[in-house]
């Protein structure tokens, strides 16, 4: 089974307005951590938000926001005010703590339009 | 303070040449991480080190490929013989293991062609 899964390849979304990229996770271990990096074009990894899994609050960072919904194992990234910098692809990620191994999924690739 | 640092930064070579990767993970940092990323596969795990031990090798795609990591702040990624299907970008990253809450750190990656 899947680790992590992104189901959506590609978005787009206006500048100015929010957006949500999906993920959703599967895990056994009570403990893991989940992370969201950025890839713009030139290709480096771009580490965003955290959220760990006895976090009561969502994690927030400037403009980004993490939608954890523990019993839907989904860890949803809310950017707020877009803009075009913020094209790119995303990943999502899971670490547990038993293994230390990270899980990403797929990608996301959003286009924030002018 | 540095992050992590790979070289080359790119690389073309012939089919049937072997190719070594390098990369120096953050100080103090105690795993690394090689990964391989395509247009076609996406980000693939290759193999990771704890404390210099090899964890989990199962990403590696098949017997050229080899790694290494002789201390805490050398690792190598090796290809012998190179096949153009090899081509991809590979990236090292390390992190500090200890708990969920520390994210990696990737390098600049290094963009492999094997003509």
């Known amino acids: 089974a899947q680790k992590i899964t992104q189901t959506q390849p590609g978005m787009f979304v206006q500048e100015k307005e929010a957006v949500t990229l999906d993920c959703t996770y599967d895990t056994s271990d009570p403990s893991y951590g989940l992370f969201w990096y950025k890839q713009p074009s030139s290709g480096e990894m771009i580490f965003l938000i955290y959220q760990g899994s006895y976090d009561q609050q969502n994690a927030t960072e400037g403009r980004y926001s993490l939608n954890f919904q523990k019993a839907r194992k989904s860890a949803n990234l809310v950017i707020s005010a877009s803009q075009l910098g913020d094209s790119a692809m995303y990943f999502c990620a899971m670490r547990e703590v038993g293994f230390n191994k990270f899980y990403f999924g797929s990608g996301t690739k959003l286009n924030v339009k002018p | 303070d540095a992050g992590v640092i790979q070289s080359p930064r790119h690389e073309v070579t012939e089919m049937g040449q072997e190719v070594t990767l390098r990369c120096k993970p953050i100080?103090?940092?105690?795993?690394l991480f090689w990964y391989r990323q395509t247009m076609m596969r996406g980000l693939e795990l290759l193999i990771y080190f704890n404390n210099n031990v090899p964890i989990d090798d199962s990403g590696m795609p098949e017997d050229r490929f080899s790694a290494k990591m002789p201390n805490a702040s050398f690792s190598t990624l090796k290809i012998q013989p190179s096949e153009p299907r090899d081509s991809a970008v590979y990236f090292c990253?390390?992190?500090?293991?200890?708990?969920?809450?520390?994210?990696?750190?990737f390098g600049p990656g290094t963009r492999l062609t094997v003509t």
């Open positions: 990253a390390s992190s500090f293991w200890d708990s969920t809450s520390y994210e990696q750190y």
């Open positions: 100080s103090g940092h105690n795993s």
